[in-house]
């Protein structure tokens, strides 16, 4: 980062940031933002310096549905090929590709879910496709979120057939790339209604399944080890959905199917309206979910190399401010982290849990959050402003 935080200051794990860039495909542009005309749109080529000037090592590629490459050649098109040269050129890793499909009028009755088998295969081969073009790149995860999958979709349809549609879908991206792993975001209520795959807990019952179907192996406890299908769960939505992310994280962990996590930039909004965030979203989840990571990592069970902060670049006016926000992301992390690895907090922590004092606990998790964000907001203030 600009001040010279870069990784967790003290020892153990370790994990980079990368950002996400909507979208690779199409046009170049954000297909994701239709209607939208209000904003300025940053070309996908030009984001990546801000990603690199941010301090970011990596990038999740999202390239949309309209995304069309040579499966027989495997020739990904001129501008998804700038893309990832440019990536290359500032030292910027593609961690994942995104195959997800948008709600588009192609799949407005759903993708994976579709009562159309020709659909339904549309959608199966555009995840195919993300596929082909993560082996060729030499990526290996494959993100995939149904959005159009829900139940704002035909109230006649059942939620049994869609879930048998969108598990024989998957099992045929994963025949045709087997040594890609896939990893499902269960996303609630974004952008398009209910999914069918609503929460963390279904994502994982979905990915234990998915993973004992195709006879990947587990250890004696029970965890996959190497598994195909994993969970790649984004903070913000389990909080949207009132989940506890801490508890999501420990239990995919628990099973082996927890990848990347993914966290949104509207966590970390604070240099603008502090309060504001600080009362949605409570930050005191993300230090307590990083801490059960790191403890995942202490026990041998999780290693992730990286941490996503799946921010729209081109939701911002071009230039300073995105970049400021991503270090704003980044800073908070780390502190955090650091925090987490402290034998001093974590078991000041731990007595006041013993001893049943929530109410004590709560403010000193949310205090020494506070104090996390003001210190980064001030270090990278947003359009001059400080907390």
């Known amino acids: 980062m600009a001040d010279g935080t870069k990784y967790s200051k003290k020892g153990g794990w370790q994990p980079k940031l990368a950002a996400g860039l909507w979208c690779v495909g199409g046009t170049g542009t954000d297909n994701w933002r239709l209607g939208r ?61 995104v195959g997800s499909e948008f709600k588009t009028e192609r799949v407005r009755d759903g993708s994976f879910t579709s009562e159309d088998p020709e659909v339904r295969d549309y ?64 996303k609630p209520g974004e952008p398009m209604g209910f999914q069918v795959i609503g929460g963390t807990g279904n994502a994982i019952a979905m990915c234990v399944r998915l993973n004992e179907m195709v006879g990947k192996e587990k250890d004696v406890t029970g965890r996959f080890i190497d598994p195909a299908f994993v969970i790649g769960p984004e903070l913000n939505h389990m909080v949207m959905n009132g989940e506890d992310p801490e508890e999501g994280v420990a239990q995919a962990i628990a099973y082996g199917v927890m990848g990347d996590i993914h966290a949104c930039d509207g966590l970390f909004r604070v240099a603008r309206d502090f309060d504001d965030q600080v009362g949605k979203y409570n930050p005191a989840m993300i230090f307590e979910t990083l801490a059960r990571m790191h403890e995942g990592y202490e026990k041998g069970i999780y290693d992730s190399e990286w941490i996503i902060l799946d921010q729209n670049t081109s939701k911002l006016p071009q230039g300073r401010q995105q970049i400021q926000h991503l270090m704003l992301s980044g800073d908070f992390i780390y502190a955090a982290l650091d925090k987490a690895k402290s034998k001093t907090w974590m078991g000041r922590i731990e007595e006041l849990q013993k001893d049943g004092d929530y109410a004590s606990l709560d403010r000193l998790v949310m205090g020494l959050t506070g104090r996390v964000l003001v210190d980064a907001a001030n270090r990278h203030p947003v359009g001059g402003h400080k907390v």
Not at 136 to 165: A, C, E, T
């Open 37 to 97: 005309t209000s904003e300025e749109v940053v070309p996908v080529v030009d984001r990546m310096h801000i990603l690199k000037s941010a301090g970011m090592e990596g990038y999740s590629g999202h390239i949309g549905a309209d995304y069309e490459f040579d499966l027989d050649n495997s020739r990904a098109p001129n501008y998804v090929e700038s893309v990832f040269n440019q990536g290359e050129r500032l030292g910027l890793v593609c961690v994942d590709v």
């Open 123 to 186: 959608a199966i081969n555009n995840a195919t496709r993300a596929a082909r073009l993560a082996r060729m790149k030499g990526i290996n995860v494959v993100r995939l979120w149904f959005g159009s999958d829900g139940k704002n979709g035909p109230f006649h349809r059942s939620n049994y057939d869609s879930i048998q549609r969108i598990e024989d879908g998957l099992l045929a991206v994963y025949d045709a790339q087997p040594e890609i792993q896939l990893s499902i975001e269960g």
